[in-house]
Nanobody, 124 residues
Framework: VQLVESGGDSVQAGGSLRLSCVVT????????MGWFRQAPGKEREGVAS????????????YYADSVKDRFTISQDTARNTTYLQMDNLKPEDTGMYYC???????????????WGRGTQVTVS
């Protein structure tokens, strides 16, 4: 299983970015994808997760309180890609962003089985 993130960049506060995560080699048709971030000197924290494919109803997406109403997670199963749309970015959103995959609906727990290498987001 391989996860590759992209889309990180340096932006000004109030700006937007869209992160992408492409998954290859995963054998399950339904799985959970999560986005996490880690700032220097801090623990990795869950940002958003989505379970079950293209349907993005309220009952299968989860967000950290700090990003609700600013970030949106979505999934394109045909492209094996999960997105994180980030709007109204703040300096405290700065960090390395990682995507993760697991067979089970782990929501924002850090026990996902598979992880990407991360993409850097810097907000100034």
């Amino acid at each position: 299983v391989q996860l590759v993130e992209s889309g990180g960049d340096s932006v000004q506060a109030g700006g937007s970015l869209r992160l992408s995560c492409v998954v290859t080699g995963y054998t399950y048709s339904v799985y959970c994808m999560g986005w996490f971030r880690q700032a220097p000197g801090k623990e990795r924290e869950g940002v958003a997760s989505i379970y079950g494919g293209d349907y993005t109803g309220d009952d299968n997406t989860y967000y950290a309180d700090s990003v609700k109403d600013r970030f949106t997670i979505s999934q394109d199963t045909a492209r094996n890609t999960t997105y994180l749309q980030m709007d109204n970015l703040k300096p405290e959103d700065t960090g390395m962003y990682y995507c993760a995959a697991d067979r089970y609906n782990l929501q924002l727990a850090r026990s996902y089985s598979h992880w990407g290498r991360g993409t850097q987001v810097t907000v100034s």
